[in-house]
């Protein structure tokens, strides 16, 4: 497999013409959020477009294919342009002034009958930081309710949870992208950057013509995987079980920077004893990984001067994503990675604002700035900042997934989804898609008729990134403002404004009297002061001058930290927190029902659950359908040819999807991608198995069994 490439710098295109509209603007997809300008050509019959790329500190100038045909989502014909209502099963177009009033009349009636915790907020990970930042308050202070939740929860939440607890802070990365090249040894761990965030692929490549040894984690050959000098294909859902063995083979071989251990950690002691203990020939059985190629991963990075660490998705999305995490982030520490240039430790953010997007509030436990809603201080600062009485803001809910297991149960009774599509993004799809018919409102606002939005009750339609102003934070933490470069459409209304609406319709106009995405980042600013996530020092127009600024800045004269822990950890002792970390066995084991694990994942054309991507007619055309990938061998055991169609089954339920046939998988493995909907939703057979500790299902492992559909039928 070769490794992906990207579209990097070109000429200038020609000046724009007297008629063109120039529009400056960054992709709304990924994390690293790539600077773009759009020139719309005008024509007789239809209108053109160029796409560049425009220099930047985060991706340099470069543009992937995705970035590259994000105009045509924002340009479809399928946008929603006006607020929509189901009648007798039909959508039918109705007025704001008639949405609004739905939406009184059902939450009014819900909440007395049921209390104001019958009402759930469901947010998305790509809303701007001022979307996401009214979003919880929308729920606290408008609606009342503790239930709030967001897609990101399956993102990044256990990279956060095991940031916050050894670090005491989670920021995406711990230094600057730019430091990528100086580190001698890098470990990508369940991450297909190649597919997932092809414009950070050079960073690795000039890695590695600065002579980095490069060592990837992945049951699966990916582009990513090509790049790397060793390849370790573990079993799926064996991550923490195999860093016990490399974290063995260091310790042993004394690789361990002991003086970095003894002065700026703690629990060292703990772990040595723990690892006494690991075997690594039971390391080598369990994970299916080579005990020479675990010495010689250990061996590498323990040697090198500078190093760094990666994980996603592939570590995360499991029932022990958390302690695995945090094994990753013990070999960093103990090894005195960290804290210095070319050292360090990064989580790939998935989604556009993944990072922001839970550090203002929308995650249950989370108020504005990092701040803990059950924490006393935390309340009482936020509710002084929103004017309201402490005792008036409601505690902790529970997790997305969680939240979908409450309506089920009826506990949430009306539901308000904004930017996201639950029924394909959460596992045990099937299971969620019950409990939403259920509901007896549910409103959805979004882009496009996505599949949760054909059940809804009450459809809103938002504006896209081309036309919405605000910030996002990329994954590196670095803050970013996306001008608007167009005007909406029809009736389109910012997300933003339409939480200012519905909050007027209920009475709670005083607190939501905002008129631009600016005035909304001012307040966020405040509420944040002082926070972990400290954004007060940012400014709209300290973004306009010096196009990104990292958090934290608590004040306008600070630089933003770049580099974080250089001399202490955000602990209040400025200590790091080591743990021992069990080995751990995925929640669901094969059996002769279901002989094969599962693993999901993403494709370079697409995005998510493919919403945008799909409605793009040449994302769409590179990967119009899903598909199976199933080891050769694997295959010819179970009678499957190349391009079939196939029935893929789980405990859950079951989908349909097309073989491709490669070599690149392990034998035991196959691998569906995530951007489908319907029959070919992966998410109807994934586990809803959750993370003890950060409530992350584990999405990339579950088994199955694969049949030719004519066999199934």
Known sequence: MKPLTVLTNKPEFEAAAEHDHVMDTQCPFCSVQCKMQIVEHPGEERNTYTVLPKPNAASEGRLCIKGMNAYQHALSSERLTYPMAKVDGEFVRVSWEEAYRLIQSNFTQIGQQFGDHAIGVYGGGSLTNESAYLLGKFARV??????????GRFCMSAAASAGNKAFGIDRGLTNRLSEIPLAQCIILAGTNIAECQPTLM??????????????????????????????????????????????????????VDESFARDRTKGYNELKEHLAAVDLNDIAEITGVPLAQIRQAAEAFGKAATGMVFTARGVEQQTDGYMAVRNFLNMVLITGKIGK???????????????????????????????SIENPADRSYIAEVWGVQPEELPGKGVSAYEMMEKVHEEEIRALFVMGSNPIVSNPNANFVEEGLRKLQFLVVADMFLSETARMADLILPTSSYLENEGTLTNLEGRVLLREASRAVTGEVKHDWEILCGIA???????????????????????????????????????????????????????????????????????????????????????????????????????????????????????SFESFMEIHPKTAQKYRIEEDSLIRLESKRGSIVVRSKLTSEIREDTVFVPMHWGDIQNVNKITNQALDPTCRMPGFKVCAVNAKPLVESI
């Open 504 to 622: 007027h319709t209920l009475g709670r106009e005083s607190y939501f009297s905002y008129t631009a995405a600016e005035q909304i980042f001012e307040e966020l600013r405040v509420a944040s002061r002082g926070g972990i996530a400290d954004y007060y020092g940012i400014t709209y127009d300290r973004l306009r001058r010096e196009e990104g600024v990292y958090w934290p800045c608590p004040s306008e004269d600070h630089p933003g930290e770049k580099r974080l822990f250089e001399t202490a950890f955000a602990h209040p002792d400025g200590k790091a927190e080591l743990i021992a970390v069990d080995n751990h066995f995925p929640d669901e084991q094969i059996s002769g029902e279901f002989p094969l694990y599962l693993t999901t994942g993403r494709v370079l054309s697409h995005y998510l659950t493919g919403v945008q991507t799909r409605r793009s007619h040449t994302l769409a055309a590179r």
């Open 202 to 255: 050079p960073y690795f490549t000039r890695a590695k013509e600065n002579g980095a040894f490069i060592i990837a984690i992945d049951p699966r050959n990916t582009g990513t995987t090509e790049m790397a000098d060793l390849h370790l294909k573990v079993k799926p859902g064996m991550d923490a079980a195999l860093v016990n063995g490399m974290l063995k083979a260091l310790v042993d071989e004394g690789f």
């Open 341 to 371: 240039e070319g050292c360090g430790y990064g989580a790939i953010t998935g989604q556009g604002n993944g990072q922001g997007g839970r550090e203002h509030g929308q995650k249950a436990d989370q108020l504005p700035g990092y701040r």
């Open 142 to 151: 408008a609606l009342k309710t503790k239930y709030i939740d967001y897609n």
